[in-house]
């Protein structure tokens, strides 16, 4: 399918990575905290934890980041994750629409509908929802990733990179972020020869 991009995309994403790039990193503490962590607290712990300790503080963040404080708004991201993990991606669009009608200041709201477009190839609007979704949420390192492959598929490396190394930043145990740098290092930075 091949769908026309309009030509402010750029200049929305060139947006995204210089307000990412403006907001502060958390400060490092020990991974070894109980199990109620803040936002906070955790994303300073995943900065520095080990990589077995970044999956449980994943799994924490992830948990909480999925919660609306609406049972309503959290089964509609639900719908929208499934249908989306069985390839309905009309279906999925339609729930997670839903979900930010009702729900516009759930981050993950707008971050599972990027995730639908960017599947239905409509890197447009998948761009938009990753800056409502990075407005609301500007450590979801899952939506810079997100980024960073829209940026990439769109051509432009460098940027994508730069988003890439952001997530890392974040959460320096991220497989794909790590295998996207790795596949992006000896295009932005040269090989070695």
């Given at each position: 399918?091949?769908?026309?991009?309009?030509k402010?995309?750029?200049?929305?994403?060139?947006?995204?990575?210089?307000?990412?790039?403006?907001?502060?990193?958390?400060?490092?503490?020990?991974?070894?905290?109980?199990?109620?962590?803040?936002?906070?607290a955790?994303?300073?712990?995943?900065?520095?934890?080990?990589?077995?300790?970044?999956?449980?503080?994943?799994?924490?963040?992830?948990?909480l980041?999925?919660?609306?404080?609406?049972?309503?708004?959290?089964?509609?991201?639900e719908?929208?994750?499934?249908?989306?993990?069985?390839?309905?991606?009309?279906?999925?669009?339609?729930?997670?629409?839903?979900?930010?009608?009702h729900?516009?200041?759930?981050?993950?709201?707008?971050?599972?509908?990027?995730?639908?477009?960017?599947?239905?190839?409509?890197?447009?609007?998948?761009?938009?929802?990753?800056?409502?979704?990075?407005?609301?949420?500007?450590?979801?390192?899952?939506?810079?990733?997100?980024?960073?492959?829209?940026?990439?598929?769109?051509?432009?490396?460098?940027?994508?990179?730069?988003?890439?190394?952001?997530?890392?930043?974040?959460?320096?145990?991220?497989?794909?972020?790590?295998?996207?740098?790795?596949?992006?290092?000896?295009?932005?930075?040269?090989?070695?020869?």
């Amino acid at each position: 399918m091949s769908i026309e991009i309009p030509k402010h995309k750029p200049t929305v994403a060139a947006f995204l990575i210089i307000f990412m790039f403006s907001l502060p990193l958390v400060a490092q503490t020990p991974a070894e905290q109980p199990e109620s962590m803040s936002e906070a607290a955790l994303l300073a712990a995943l900065a520095s934890a080990n990589e077995q300790e970044a999956s449980r503080i994943d799994r924490q963040l992830q948990a909480l980041w999925t919660k609306s404080g609406s049972p309503a708004m959290d089964l509609l991201l639900e719908r929208g994750r499934d249908a989306l993990e069985n390839h309905d991606v009309a279906a999925a669009i339609e729930h997670l629409t839903a979900l930010t009608d009702h729900a516009p200041e759930f981050a993950e709201g707008w971050h599972g509908r990027a995730s639908a477009y960017f599947n239905a190839d409509l890197l447009g609007p998948a761009l938009a929802d990753l800056e409502r979704a990075l407005v609301l949420n500007p450590a979801n390192y899952n939506a810079i990733y997100g980024l960073g492959a829209i940026l990439e598929q769109l051509g432009d490396p460098q940027r994508a990179f730069l988003a890439y190394r952001h997530a890392q930043a974040i959460h320096p145990h991220h497989e794909d972020v790590i295998e996207a740098l790795d596949r992006l290092r000896p295009v932005v930075q040269g090989q070695d020869l």
